[in-house]
């Protein structure tokens, strides 16, 4: 059976500091990738998602960049944290299409 | 601009109770239904979905939820919920073959014993 993957699942990073987060799955190959946060009261928002190694497509305009190294693992980084990318990062993936497998999500808080 | 509406952010209901979640896309064309579930503590799971044909659909625990394309509806109903129905849902809509989804702000669901 497929299983995902995220670490850490919690995280409190200073303003400025760097950040990696990443994600794997087990048991499937070739799949669809995406990572959303969801903020306090609010839905989840798609933020990147990536279809093949290398292929990293961004849905809105950030503070951070997502890399997919392997056919199966996920990374989100940033350089330099703010303030406002405090929140809860989601991991997915899909083999078809549409439906989508959620990961445990990271908590991260930025002071 | 593309959009996924759910009405209620806090949702309180005793037991056996009867519970519908309301949810309205604003996308044109073909659309991918989803409703999905986060129980305290797990991983936010798929409830129910549609695609295609018989719009009232079947998902797991009791729920079920219809399209109503005329609306741009797609509510989240169960005829009783039980205590640990207590949970946030979410709605969703896939509107494009990459697979990405646009989510409704969720609502917090509270079943009191």
């Known amino acids: 059976s497929q299983t995902i993957h995220q670490w850490p699942a919690t995280l409190v990073q200073p303003v400025g500091s760097p950040l990696s987060l990443e994600c794997t799955v087990e048991g499937t190959s070739n799949p669809n990738l995406y990572w959303y946060r969801q903020a306090a009261g609010r839905g989840l928002q798609l933020l990147f998602y990536s279809v093949g190694i290398g292929q990293i497509s961004s849905e809105v305009p950030q503070n951070l960049s997502a890399s997919r190294p392997q056919d199966r693992q996920f990374i989100l980084s940033s350089k330099k944290l703010l303030l406002s990318d405090s929140g809860f990062y989601l991991c997915a993936w899909s083999s078809n299409p549409s439906e989508q497998y959620f990961g445990p999500g990271t908590r991260l808080t930025v002071t | ?113």
């Open chain 2, 1 to 113: 601009a593309q959009s996924v509406s759910q009405h209620n952010h806090h949702v309180i209901l005793s037991e056996a109770a009867s519970l519908e979640l309301g949810c309205n896309y604003s996308y044109g064309g073909t659309v991918n239904l989803f409703w999905y579930v986060q129980y305290p503590g797990q991983h936010l799971q798929l409830l129910l979905k549609y695609f295609s044909g018989d719009p009232l659909v079947k998902g797991i625990k009791g729920f079920e939820a219809e399209f109503i394309k005329s609306k741009f509806s797609f509510n989240l109903r169960k005829p009783s919920v039980q205590w640990s129905d207590t949970a946030e849902y979410f709605c969703a809509v896939n509107a494009d073959s990459w697979g990405k989804l646009q989510f409704g702000a969720g609502t917090q669901v509270v079943v009191t014993p």
